[in-house]
C-alpha cells in the first residue's frame, strides 16, 4: 500500500530536513582571558572549556571534561580539579548550557599549553560520541619555548607556525597527529570564533560553505590557512577511534577531534 498523503508530507519534510542539516560542525574550544603574558599583565588566566558552533555562537551541553591540564616545560600537570560549572548560551539559543572555567596563575616563563579530553558526547543525529581533544597556547614572560611540542593525546594538532603573535591574514600551519603519528590527507574544518573579544561586527555567513572552512592536509598530515579577521580561529581534524562507546547495549563509533584554537590581530 502506498503511504498515505500526510505520511507522504512527513517523509518528504523529514528529507528536506536531511537534505538542509546544515554542516554546523562541533568544536571543543579551549579559550584563554590571554594569549601573551607580558610582564605587566595580570599574572592570573581565566580559560573557558566549552563544546560550540563557533561561528554560529551556539553551545551544546557539555559534562564535566576527563582531563584539563597544561604543558609546560616539558611536564603536565593537571588542572582538572580547577574547573568550575557554568551556565550560558547564544542570545537566540532557549535554555542555558553547561560549560567550563578555571583560573590559572603564570609563574614562571615559557610557552602553556592548556588541553582539555572531554567527556565522550553522544550525539544521536549522527548515531555516535564525540570527544574532541582541544589545545591552547598561553605564552608567558618573554620565553617563547614549548609551544611546538606534542602533549602526547590520542590525536591532536602539533602548530608549525608559532602559535601568538600572529597578525589578521596570517597563514596557520599545522600538523595532524593520530597516536603520535601524522594523518595523511586529514581533513581540516576551520571556524572563526564570532564570539571573539573585540570583535565588533559578528559575521553573518552569506551562504552555508562560509561557516565552516574546510582544507585538506598533505601526505605528512601538514596544513595551512590564511586568518582573515582579528579573533580566535578553531582548526578541527576528525578521525575514527578504533574503540566504540556502548550506548543501551550498542557499540557506537566514536569520533576523536583534533582542535587547535589560535588568536589574531589586525596590523594597526
Ligand atoms: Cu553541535
Redesign the pocket.
Known sequence: MPPCRSMRTLIAAALLLLAAAPA????GAVIPSDDIVARDDAKTLSIEVK???PLEQ?Y?EMAKPKQFGVKHGGQKSDLTAALKEVKGGSPDQTGKFTFWTADYDIRRPGDYTFFVEPTPYW?PAEDLY?VHYTKVCVNALGLEEGWDVPVGLETEIVPLTRPYGLWTGNLFTGQVLLKGKPVPHAEVEIEYLNASPGNISVVLPPADPYVTQVVKADADGIFSYAMPKAGWWGFSALNEADWTIDHEGMKKTVEIGAVYWVRTRDMR
Open positions: 554546523f560542525a562541533h568544536f563544546f560550540i558552533h551556539h551544546m550525539e564525540i
